[in-house]
């Protein structure tokens, strides 16, 4: 259920994204999605898994915000509509969640019981088993929506560090 509950904030977070215009925001926003979303994967893998994870991510957060603060232009928060979008999200997305269960939690749980993949574990192949695709997409899906943010905030005519025209 802590599960359940940890995927649908992260989804909602994720949805979140292409509402938010200024960098601080959106930083915060992918902070929390990519905390979420490590958790998660550190209860259904391993949690050296997800500590690493979360590492990497905000190594890499850290880059693209310096990147994205240095070049787009200093603009006002706006009202709280990503807000009342999160909130009004999140009962959608959980009675989906609930209604239909996905795939990865319970077979999680049988194959931690079953001594016979414990090789799985071992040798680190659990990362790409089938039944924890959902939780590689969900990271990817990340990814791919931080490049569509950083490059919607960073348009070339209004970023701060645009070309100058020379008389």
Known sequence: M???????????????????AQPLSLGL???????????LAS??????????????YVGGLLVM????????????FGSGS???FFSALLVPLSL???????????LMT???????????????????SPDSMSILIGLG??????LIVVVKICYYQHASLRPFNEV
Do not use: H, R
Not at 2 to 20: D, R
Not at 29 to 39: D, E, N, Q, V
Not at 96 to 106: A, E, G, H
């Open 82 to 84: 990503p807000l009342l």
């Open 141 to 146: 899906t990340i990814l791919l929506l931080n």
């Open 43 to 56: 209860m259904m893998l391993s949690s050296w898994y997800g500590y690493i994870l979360f590492l990497i």
């Open 110 to 128: 049988v194959l931690s019981d079953y001594s016979g993949f414990m090789y799985l574990k071992s040798y680190g192949s659990e990362l790409i």
């Open 2 to 20: 802590t599960a359940l509950i940890m995927l649908v904030f992260s989804l909602a977070s994720l949805f979140m994204f292409p509402l938010m």
């Open 29 to 39: 926003a992918i902070m929390i999605s990519t905390l979420l979303m490590c958790s």
């Open 65 to 76: 915000f310096a990147y994205v603060a240095a070049l787009s232009p200093n603009t006002l």
């Open 96 to 106: 989906i969640l609930y209604l239909y269960p996905l795939k990865d939690f319970s």
